[in-house]
């Protein structure tokens, strides 16, 4: 089945640096790869997602980008803050499949 | 705005008790799933329903069970508590048929099995 790697599980930064956080899986059918973002004591909560056909998606600060050859994607916060510390998740499902396997987390620390 | 609502936000159980974790959604979604969240193994699925009265296996099904009489209401299932449950339940919603798109979790039941 599929796996999903992230990396890496703690990410320290200073306030108005950038940070990035990557996974890869394992499955090539995978084409959907949804990003969480979950405050202490909240509940998880998409922030983007990108599917198979694009390689690349914006949204304000932040953005995804999908190698599907190296069956790996990355998720890019840039000029961070301090409400951006929380855990990311990063996912990889496939459509029908209705599974969506999880990376383990990336604790992000943003200092201001 | 979608509202996945938990029955209970912590509970404390005994090694053997059977156990219910009750799961309502309000937005019509057609599936529902329950995960469990342990640090450094992120949300690990244990079981998912696309239909009233469907159940399909995750990752993690054993020492679970589930129940969906009506659509919106998914219900997780200890049936003897073990301390290796120990855990935070998620459980979550999506819209549609195709088995992808945006998960809807709600605030997490948070199992304490002594």
């Known amino acids: 089945g599929e796996n999903v790697e992230q990396h890496p599980s703690t990410l320290s930064v200073q306030e108005g640096d950038s940070a990035v956080i990557k996974c890869t899986y394992s499955?090539?059918?995978?084409?959907?790869f949804p990003w969480y973002k979950q405050e202490l004591g909240k509940r998880p909560q998409l922030i983007i997602d990108?599917?198979?056909?694009?390689g690349e998606k914006k949204d304000q600060r932040i953005a995804v980008t999908l190698n599907k050859t190296a069956k790996h994607f990355s998720l890019h916060i840039t000029e961070t803050q301090p409400e951006d510390s929380a855990v990311y998740f990063c996912?990889?499902?496939?459509?029908?499949?209705?599974?969506?396997?999880f990376g383990a987390g990336t604790r992000l620390f943003v200092k201001a | 705005d979608v509202k996945v609502t938990q029955s209970s936000r912590y509970l404390v159980k005994r090694t053997g008790e059977k156990v219910f974790l009750e799961c309502v959604q309000d937005?019509?979604?057609?599936?529902m799933f329950w995960y469990r969240q342990d640090p450094g193994l992120g949300l690990r699925l244990i079981y998912f329903?696309?239909?009233?009265?469907?159940?399909e296996k995750g990752d993690i099904p054993e020492g679970y069970s589930v129940s969906r009489e009506k659509k919106e209401r998914f219900s997780l299932i200890l049936e003897s508590a073990s301390t290796n449950q120990t855990s935070m339940y998620l459980c979550?919603?999506?819209?549609?048929?195709?088995?992808?798109?945006?998960?809807?979790f709600g605030e997490g039941s948070r199992l304490t099995v002594l």
């Open positions: 979550a919603s999506s819209l549609g048929t195709s088995g992808t798109g945006e998960l809807f």
């Open positions: 499955d090539s059918a995978s084409n959907y």
């Open positions: 990108i599917r198979s056909n694009v």
């Open positions: 996912a990889a499902s496939i459509t029908g499949g209705f599974k969506t396997i």
């Open positions: 937005m019509d979604h057609e599936n």
């Open positions: 329903s696309y239909d009233v009265k469907m159940k």
